[in-house]
C-alpha cells in the first residue's frame, strides 16, 4: 500500500525557517513527481511546489519562490521543502503527494507549521 509520512512542523518566528520531509513506500518513487501542498486556516488546499522524477524541473508558487527550496532523495524514497524567512500568511497544515501513482494522487497525514504574528 502507498504510504507517505510527513514530518518536521512546528512553531517558528516570523523570518525563521523549517524543514519539511516527506518519508514514501508501496511505489516506485523514482518514477513520479512529487508535490507539496498546504491547507490555511480557513481557505481550501493552494499547491506550493513540484518537482519532476529525475530533479531536472523544479516549480514554485508565487508566494514560494526566493524562500521554499525543493528536493529529492530517490535512493531514501524521500522528498523535503526547505522553508526560510517564514511569515504568518505561510501558517497551515503542509502534505505531499505523489502524482499519478494508479491514475490518482496520494496525500499523507501532513504536518502543521504556525508562524506567529
Known amino acids: 500500500d502507498v504510504q507517505l509520512v510527513e514530518s518536521g512542523g512546528g512553531m517558528v518566528q516570523p523570518g525563521g525557517s523549517l524543514r519539511l520531509a516527506c518519508e514514501t513506500s508501496?511505489?516506485?518513487?523514482?518514477?513520479?513527481?512529487m508535490t507539496w501542498v498546504r491547507r490555511p486556516p480557513g481557505r481550501g488546499p493552494e499547491w506550493v511546489s513540484i518537482?519532476?522524477?529525475?530533479?531536472?524541473?523544479?516549480f514554485y508558487a508565487e508566494f514560494a519562490k526566493g524562500r521554499f527550496t525543493i528536493s529529492r532523495d530517490n535512493a531514501k524514497r524521500a522528498v523535503y521543502l526547505q522553508m526560510t524567512n517564514l511569515k504568518p500568511e505561510d501558517t497551515g497544515v503542509y502534505y505531499c503527494?505523489?502524482?499519478?501513482?494508479?491514475?490518482?494522487?496520494?496525500w499523507g497525514q501532513g504536518t502543521q507549521v504556525t508562524v506567529l504574528a
Open positions: 503527494t505523489s502524482k499519478g501513482v494508479g491514475h490518482r494522487d496520494y
Open positions: 518537482i519532476n522524477a529525475d530533479e531536472s524541473n523544479l
Open positions: 508501496g511505489f516506485d518513487f523514482r518514477q513520479y513527481s
